[in-house]
């Protein structure tokens, strides 16, 4: 992407968001607002491909961009699906296997050193009065990673990273976004769904693929992706813990909107943007 410019005149320097704020990510089927918070879940995304994933992946991603306590993390290996916030990155990773298990390693480092820093102030979860940045992970198609690239070992410690970020970095303010067009059970086991706060299951061929995301038995209750329209890109049925499906249209964004967010985003970045000794600019300090 090309560098970014000042924005015009007239323009309020600094977003005013925050990852402990709500997130809009679309209404629901009686047209009301569905927000949801991030800053202490994770969310799955799964479905057919064409189904909106992306469209989520990108409303999050802008919002995240424009936080000014979020710091990104982007894997995506067409490149193309969050290639647009390149440059409000800290990290993006593209059909690069080793590259991504550098970055995760880097990401579990950060979370075990924040939970020491947590236990030596005897506190059990990063709060907005830290002064730490949430750093929001968007991963974009995880059969990629775990499954078609790279050497059966290589994806073995993919998933184990993966999860071991799903599991533990919620409290230590590094929370997982993650899709995939494949919601199969090698491709997301039951111990590793459960582990995420929001699930969107996007339209799905089968009861079973949409179960995978939403839970064991939901589509037998008349909650199941297989009732959505092709032709209804964005609809899904979101979940949260403890809850009920909900059924939901995500909010879209064009390329030229995500465009202008992402200039701006990055514009308003720049004073603060760090550099790693590895040119990556990601931070890796004590507590990131």
Not at 67 to 89: F, I, M, Y
Request: charged share 20%.
């Amino acid at each position: 992407m090309a560098t970014a410019t000042a924005p015009t005149a007239g323009i309020p320097v600094g977003p005013g968001l925050s990852m402990f704020d709500p997130i809009f990510v679309g209404i629901d089927e009686f047209g009301q607002p569905v927000y949801i918070t991030l800053a202490y879940r994770n969310l799955l995304a799964g479905g057919e491909p064409g189904g909106g994933k992306s469209g989520l992946l990108n409303t999050i991603a802008a919002h995240a961009a424009l936080s000014a306590d979020s710091r990104l993390v982007l894997l995506d290996g067409k490149l193309v699906e969050l290639g647009q916030w390149e440059d409000c990155a800290d990290a993006f990773i593209g059909p690069d296997i080793t590259a991504a298990l550098g970055v995760l390693r880097r990401l579990q480092q950060v979370m075990n050193n924040r939970y020491a820093w947590l236990r030596a102030h005897g506190r059990r979860k990063v709060t907005a009065l830290d002064g730490l940045s949430v750093i929001t992970v968007l991963v974009d198609e995880i059969a990629f990673y775990s499954a078609t690239i790279g050497s059966k070992q290589e994806q073995e410690e993919f998933v184990a990273l993966l999860r071991d970020l799903v599991a533990r970095g919620r409290a230590a303010g590094i929370p997982v976004v993650a899709a995939t067009q494949r919601p199969s059970f090698d491709i997301i086991p039951t111990s590793l769904r459960d582990l995420f706060g929001y699930r969107a299951a996007f339209r799905c061929t089968t009861p079973n693929s949409s179960n995978i995301v939403l839970g064991h038995g939901w589509a037998e209750q008349g909650y199941t992706a297989t009732d959505i329209a092709p032709t209804n890109q964005g609809a899904a049925y979101l979940i949260a813990e403890g809850g009920t499906p909900r059924r939901i249209k995500v909010a879209y964004l064009t390329d030229a909107q995500i465009a202008g967010i992402a200039d701006y985003a990055a514009w308003t970045r720049r004073p603060t943007r760090l550099s790693a000794p590895t040119g990556s600019r990601l931070d890796w300090g004590t507590a990131a």
